[in-house]
């Protein structure tokens, strides 16, 4: 069984640019999860997806960043204009049905410059 | 007070020593709690999840769990230098499914 995966490994982009990062869950994932660690700090959440609906998008830091899983399936993560200190690493983790432990993609390097 | 807390580390154990990893938390009404080991670079891997009071055993790991106290703890039997990583202590909050991590206690097991 293939894991979460995530595209970029690893993006560079200068201050006011555009970046959309991407997950593909476990197959038959309904739970997709967006997190992101910062330089010196925990892994903090950012939203959650049931399917294709926003269950707890809580955790997004502003209105520059967009999430959308349309279909149900794979998740994009946008940030638009990015500023410095979006840099981190995103992390992407999915979990099936009422399951309540979340496997982890390899996680997105995010640098703003 | 942070929700999640861990003793940063490094914690090193020498090959074949029993690690002990602590994680406190701060909602007491918090049910479902996760061990994750991150090696450098690499995503967090789930290695333990723990619900009841107690202890749960899988191979060379152990997790106990009080929540009277609000703890939960990760035993490494037998400890071996591929054991090296960060261990992150996971908690689920009430009414939510997204998890707070602790800043993760990084271990070193030396050959």
């Known amino acids: 069984e293939a894991g979460v995966t995530q595209f970029p490994s690893h993006s560079v982009i200068e201050k006011g640019q555009t970046v959309t990062l991407r997950c593909d869950p476990i197959s038959g994932h309904d739970n997709l999860y967006w997190y992101r660690r910062v330089m010196g700090k925990e892994i903090k959440f950012l939203l959650h997806?049931?399917?294709?609906?926003?269950?707890?998008e809580s955790g997004m830091p502003n209105n520059r960043f967009l999430a959308e899983r349309t279909g149900g399936t794979y998740s994009t993560l946008k940030v638009q204009p990015a500023e410095l200190e979006d840099s981190g690493v995103y992390f992407c983790?999915?979990?099936?049905?009422?399951?309540?432990?979340?496997?982890f993609g390899p996680g997105t390097r995010l640098t703003v410059t | 007070q942070k929700e999640v807390e861990q003793n940063s580390g490094p914690l090193s154990v020498p090959e074949g020593a029993i690690a002990s990893l602590n994680c406190t938390y701060s909602?007491?009404?918090?049910?479902?709690f996760f061990w994750y080991r991150q090696y450098s670079g690499k995503s967090p891997e789930l290695i333990m999840s723990?619900?009841?009071?107690g202890d749960k055993e899988d191979g060379r790991f152990t997790a106990q769990l009080n929540k009277a106290s609000q703890y939960v703890s990760l035993l490494i039997r037998d400890s071996q230098p591929s054991d090296s990583a960060t261990y992150l202590c996971a908690v689920k909050l009430s009414g939510g499914q997204n998890f707070v991590f602790g800043p993760g206690t990084r271990l070193s097991v030396l050959p």
């Open positions: 909602d007491r009404v918090s049910q479902s």
């Open positions: 983790a999915s979990s099936h049905g009422l399951s309540y432990e979340q496997y």
């Open positions: 997806f049931v399917k294709e609906s926003k269950q707890d």
């Open positions: 723990i619900y009841s009071n």
